[in-house]
């Protein structure tokens, strides 16, 4: 975790079972998106496809990459759910943030998901993270990051950051990374700085003025606020910065220096802010300031418009509609039908969010025919250890025709299987005949 000082931020296109030349990939990083009990055993899985990494001091679960066989999305824990690839600067700002286990949080410009991942790992199934991406397209690339990282304790709206149908002061813990001009990535990218300069950063500015105001209207009095970019750029950093403690009235907290990461001194003004140096050991340039909002508790006012009507649209499920192990491994919730998706929402978002608020938790699967199918790759609603409807490989070789379509030989009389390695949950099989598959 980031410490406070006193006060005075997969596609897979293909899955490599073999062990092919090193490829010559820079410095990539990950984070590890599993129980504690099972931090070993996925390592395991990237050490048996030839991967090797260490960790890193900052966060437990992130890791750094030293040998990559193979493109690092390609991987079986990548396919399964069990790691997202993140650079390590990015997965700061949450850790800056600090949420402590079963709080909310809202994260105002989500996609493709990488730090409301690290949210939800911070707040734990008991918590709840709420995820907003304007983007149709990228709302899609969001809300499937989130289901193939198994994340139930996420959900998703689509509204312009702006203009939230949230009350104000309900929240005590923010995230906003806007759009920026990206400067950080300039050693990946170089011809990001030339097409992001002078009057074309105006607007971007603007916008990301736009969306502190609105942060700082749903901070609850105490709460806090991280604001961070990929940028370098003090015009959306440090004047931003600015901007947020001498109009909105909102108060900078410092930030002790991140043990592994160079820093650049922040401009006069946002003293306490982390503005981390580009290219160090693998990170890109980033930026990020802890904000909180002074006074005591309020009482939540309305939003500032009426959001739409949907709650008596929505059609609870119960709890007879899910298989006995799958719904005895559900954090409290409730399920909702959403034609025919199979969604469930976490009861603290249920409690906390407006009643008319358009929202979409986490697919669980589809109910047809009057039978939920759930998805082939949901395995925390597994049973965390093998039982005898269950296939527990040793290596991973079997896998192999499996991800082919040819299926596992299998015994069972049931029409669907556990399939685990070396007892980490991997999915749930459909049996036909003699053989086991994994559904698309």
Known sequence: MLHILPLAAVRNTGVHLGVPKTCAYPSRSFRLVCRREHDSLVEALLHAQGFTF??????????????????LGTS?????????????????PPLALDPPPGASALDMCASPGSKTGLLAQ?????????????????LATLRQNLVRLNLLQTASCSFPGERLPLPSASLEYILLDPPCSGWGAEEKHPQTRA?????????????????LKEAARLLAPGGRLVYSTCTTNPEENEEQVRFATEELGLVLLPLRPVAGFSLDEPAPGA???????????????????LLTKPGCAETPQAPPAAAPACAS????????????????????????????KICFLPQAGLERLPTGLPWQGCVLGHLRGGRARLSPRLHRLMPPVPGTDSLNLETIAPLADLLA??????????????????????ARLSVKGSRALLAP
């Open 313 to 340: 649209s929505l059609h609870f499920l119960p709890p007879g509609v899910l298989e006995e192990e799958a719904y005895a491994q559900l954090p409290p919730g409730e399920l909702i039908l959403r034609g025919e």
């Open 76 to 92: 079986l824990a990548a396919l399964f759910g069990y790691i997202y690839i993140q650079d390590r600067s990015s997965m700061l």
């Open 195 to 211: 097409l992001w300069k002078g009057d074309k950063i105006r607007p971007l500015a603007r916008l990301q003025r736009r969306l």
């Open 405 to 426: 379509g040819r299926g596992l030989e299998t015994s069972a009389r049931n029409k669907r299987v556990f399939l685990y390695w070396r007892g980490l949950p991997l």
């Open 54 to 71: 260490e960790k890193e001091d900052f966060f437990p679960p992130a890791r750094r990459l030293l040998e990559e066989p193979f493109p």
């Open 122 to 138: 911070l707040i734990g199934e008991r918590g709840f993270v709420l995820a907003n991406e304007p983007n149709p397209r990228r």
């Open 271 to 289: 003293e306490g802010s982390l503005l981390i140096r580009g290219h160090a050991l693998g990170a890109q340039g980033f930026f990020l300031a």
